[in-house]
């Protein structure tokens, strides 16, 4: 433990407290906190306890002296007193401050022997904060009293539409704030706590000089390794065990302590129905709800002629598959981010591929996803021109609550937690809005992202491809205000020409903090050269053929002739400058219809023979009729 390793939330209300006479508290606020003997503490803390206790303790650091009264409140069970009388009898204080006549049962105080018994109705919100007030400013006390208010925003429908009702309540908790009475130099004190600061009205605690906000946050790495020091007693009796504590500390980042306790029962389950179970297979279950983790049963023999089966799908890219192969290899082997702190959390791997259109990029990736996994299916894609407003992020990662598609959640988080071991594929990335770049920070950084509905997804099993055409053509708005488009590289060049001319364009357009989580992942892929496009003629020749065997029971015979005639148009400027689609165009066009018109002139029927020849320039056919 670090010295002064105290959370710096729980050390900032130990400051403020007497000093400021309102707390508002969001965030992770429903977790176990570390409960230390000191503020400044320098040893492990005596225990993990909920917020309620931890703000006990924080008031009254001597558990068996009363400093501080306590009262706690929340809409589901009223008014009560957790920790017995000797820290304030709730009845006596909800008698001096309710207003209730002695006697008379007070409709919203319950005490803790009859506590969930009933509930506070909202018809008594006004007189409970009347009653909360009255505690604050009360100044005829011999010790400070502390309020807690748990969900206080629950007690509102709206923030920014109070009911008048709700709205006196609020009046009533900013008086409190504003004339909090001073007891033995302490003020009496009303703390809320909330899951955000917007869930209050604004005007509560804007300006209001009394107030001091304060953000929990998910454990970080050091509590979270005191947690598991408690919590884990396998790492103290397994030896084994040791080995993997400090990975499993790492890939546990995000998870709060009482999901790292769900954690534990978790893995205890599992090891009783099947004894070899491994640690950290139970936090791939708790992260993604199933155990077979897909990047560790790829077959390492597929791995090592990766590159080999690539080349044949994907053409005249060799430069670009190499780089592509070694950045899968890491991605496989679990290597891939460990110079970082939070490697163990970071995506699998990271590329960008950049160039010409129609060159490999996106059929790179599907290649991948179906050597890798065995389906291209497992490439999810995201179309980024289809998030070119600022909204659009809602439609990847989900609306807030009270908007429309609320309950869809996003259309990434959804994919995720369909398929946490994918190939993510965003095309285009550069059309995307910038806020929406801005979004994937936290996803190359930490591997996770949280969706409109607060439920915490995870990136740390995908690989991540982006795309983009960069540095090829750039659009301009001429003189007549016409929209025009320029070419700014071309087939003619080398390689060596247009690679710099991409990488500065996509170092033009990105933000640093962007490009240094992609590193030097950036590949970019060349145009298709005339060698190439004769390998890429030749597969849409025979591919085409093939199918018309199968689904027709026709054969088409080709002669080398036929194959050299479109060998030379697709070596052409204009066709290479579209890449493989310009040259799956071509085919299209001189190939596939040509051969259509005639089965239909010809009647070619199943069993037939149609042999295809070069005469005069153009390509005809004769049958051979079984």
């Not at 008014?79 to 008379?104: A, H, L, T």
């Not at 077959?299 to 899968?328: C, F, P, W, Y």
């Not at 992609?518 to 053929?545: L, T």
């Not at 070596?571 to 040259?583: F, H, K, P, S």
Request: charged content about 25%; hydrophobic content about 35%.
């Amino acid at each position: 433990m670090r010295k002064n390793s105290v959370p710096k939330w729980q050390q900032e209300i130990s400051s403020f407290k007497g000093i400021k006479s309102t707390f508002i508290i969001e965030g992770n606020i429903n977790d176990f906190y570390p409960l230390y003997e000191r503020t400044q503490a320098d040893e492990p803390p005596k225990a993990f306890v909920d917020l309620n206790m931890t703000l006990f303790k924080l008031y009254n650091e001597n558990m068996n002296e009363s400093i501080y009264d306590f009262m706690f409140c929340d809409p589901a069970t009223g008014i009560y007193n957790k920790f017995g009388d000797r820290f304030g009898n709730i009845e006596e204080m909800m008698q001096k401050y309710s207003g209730v006549p002695e006697g008379e049962e007070n409709p919203f105080s319950f005490g803790i022997d009859r506590i969930f018994k009933k509930a506070c109705k909202l018809d008594d919100i006004e007189k409970l904060s009347s009653t909360i007030r009255n505690a604050i400013v009360d100044a005829d006390r011999e010790k400070p009293v502390c309020v807690v208010m748990s969900f206080a925003s629950r007690y509102i429908s709206s923030p920014t539409a109070l009911e008048p009702a709700e709205n006196k309540m609020f009046l009533n908790l900013l008086f409190a704030s504003l004339n909090a009475a001073r007891i033995r130099d302490q003020f009496n004190t009303l703390i809320m706590v909330v899951e955000k600061f917007n869930d209050l009205p604004a005007w509560f605690f804007y300006n209001n000089p009394n107030v001091r906000t304060i953000s929990i946050p998910n454990p970080d790495k050091e509590i979270r390794a005191v947690f598991i020091d408690k919590e884990y007693t396998e790492f103290s009796t397994d030896p084994a065990m040791q080995k993997i504590k400090d990975k499993f500390i790492d890939v546990t980042d995000g998870l709060k302590n009482r999901e790292l306790k769900e954690l534990r029962s978790l893995y205890q389950r599992m090891r009783a129905r099947k004894p070899d179970t491994e640690l950290l297979d139970a936090v791939s279950v708790y992260k993604y709800g199933i155990i077979e983790n897909m990047w560790h049963s790829i077959d390492q023999e597929k791995i090592s002629h990766l590159e080999e089966l690539l080349q044949k799908r994907v053409m005249g890219q060799d430069q670009a598959i190499e780089k592509t192969v070694n950045i899968v290899k890491r991605a496989v082997s679990g290597l891939s981010g460990l110079q970082h702190s939070s490697g163990q959390n970071k995506p699998r791997g990271v590329l960008f591929f950049a160039g010409p259109t129609g060159t490999g990029k996106t059929e790179l990736t599907k290649a991948l996803a179906e050597q890798l996994f065995g389906d291209e299916n497992n490439c999810i894609r995201f179309d980024m021109s289809e998030y070119a407003e600022s909204h659009a992020d809602q439609k990847l990662f989900g609306a807030p609550p009270g908007y429309v598609g609320y309950e869809a959640g996003g259309q990434l988080t959804n994919a995720i937690k369909e398929k946490p071991f994918s190939i993510l594929l965003f095309d285009e990335i550069e059309k995307a809005h910038p806020s929406i770049v801005d979004k994937f920070l936290q996803i190359l950084e930490d591997g996770r992202m949280t969706d409109g509905q607060g439920n915490t997804v995870y990136f740390s099993e995908t690989l991540i491809i982006f795309t983009s055409n960069l540095g090829i053509t750039r659009q301009y708005i001429d003189a007549s205000g016409r929209e025009c488009r320029e070419q700014l590289v071309y087939p003619g060049e080398t390689y060596a020409e247009i690679q710099p001319k991409v990488l500065s364009a996509i170092k033009d357009h990105f933000k640093p903090e962007m490009l240094n989580r992609i590193g030097n992942n950036v590949i970019v892929y060349d145009f298709i050269r005339p060698e190439a496009s004769r390998s890429i003629v030749k597969g849409q020749v025979e591919k085409i053929n093939a199918r018309i065997e199968k689904q027709n029971k026709i054969k088409v015979v080709v002669t080398e002739d036929v194959l050299e005639h479109y060998y030379k148009l697709a070596a052409r400027d204009e066709v290479l400058e579209m890449g493989g689609r310009g040259i799956g165009n071509l085919m299209e066009d001189r190939y596939i219809n040509p051969l259509a018109e005639y089965f239909f002139e010809a009647g070619i029927k199943e069993g037939d023979t149609v042999n295809a020849v070069i005469a005069e320039g153009k390509i005809q056919f004769t049958k051979e009729t079984s």
